[in-house]
């Protein structure tokens, strides 16, 4: 499988026959070079939403138009989209999808979601199976204990981390998160290095870790997991 950070929380992940766009903002990201945005979408078959907030799907549902695909996420958030003639795909926690064999399952988080001030669904994250792999997508979120059940039932290698701080977990946080609940043999961090209000390093998610390969992503540059 094939990871490429979009920047901020925005992935762009190929796994078995999908090619998923997780939290794609990209207009108005200012870790995201505009330049690239064919590149990022070219032969994507899902979008992926773990919330509502603009700087996670603020370019969803033009990309969802552009190439004809569906938007996958929590359904009282993407079925509304129907009546605007896009394709969804609408379920809740504890639910499973198979988007063309990556079997997708979505599991609670701890943040918010609205669009344009209103409440819009509920936020979270998800775990993705496929290629021998199960990967945590934590979305935006604090520690939970929720994620002892998590770990023990879902038992991720990889997680994709919130990390920044001020809106979710910062380093710290996310590195006792990893160690007490988790077993992972990867991390990548996200929703960090956006703004200056947020984190800027990985450094503190390193040192708590030695034992797991933390990679901190660069904007386009594929990683091969």
């Known amino acids: ?9 925005g992935f762009r992940m190929e796994i078995e026959g999908a090619t998923l766009l997780i939290d794609p903002w990209l207009t108005g990201n200012p870790m995201f070079p505009e330049a690239a945005r064919d590149a990022a979408t070219k032969g994507a078959t899902h979008i992926l939403l773990t919330h509502a907030h603009g ?18 996420g929590i359904y009282d958030l993407v079925s509304p989209w129907e009546a605007d003639g896009l394709q969804t795909i609408g379920f809740n926690k504890g ?10 399952t979505m599991v609670n ?4 979601s609205s669009l344009n001030g209103a409440a819009a669904g509920s936020e ?11 990967i ?15 770990g023990d039932l879902h038992a991720p290698d990889i997680g994709i981390l919130s990390a920044g701080g001020h809106f979710t977990m910062d380093m710290k946080r996310a590195a006792y998160a990893a160690k007490k609940y988790f077993n992972f043999k990867t991390i990548v ?15 503190v998610l390193i040192d708590a870790l030695p034992e797991v390969q ?10 091969a997991l």
């Open 1 to 9: 499988m094939q990871l490429t950070w979009l920047g901020h929380s």
């Open 189 to 203: 961090p996200c929703h960090y290095r956006t703004f200056p209000l947020l984190e800027q390093s990985a450094q």
């Open 136 to 150: 945590c997508v934590s979305g935006d979120t604090d520690i939970m204990a929720d994620m002892e059940w998590m």
């Open 95 to 104: 639910g499973t999808v198979d988007l063309n064999g990556a079997r997708v």
């Open 124 to 134: 979270a994250g998800f775990m993705i199976a496929g290629e021998g792999h199960t």
């Open 55 to 72: 700087d996670h799907s603020g370019d969803a549902l033009a990309i969802a138009r552009a190439q004809n695909i569906p938007v996958v």
């Open 109 to 112: 988080a701890s943040h918010s």
């Open 214 to 223: 933390v990679i901190e992503p660069q904007v386009m540059q594929p990683i």
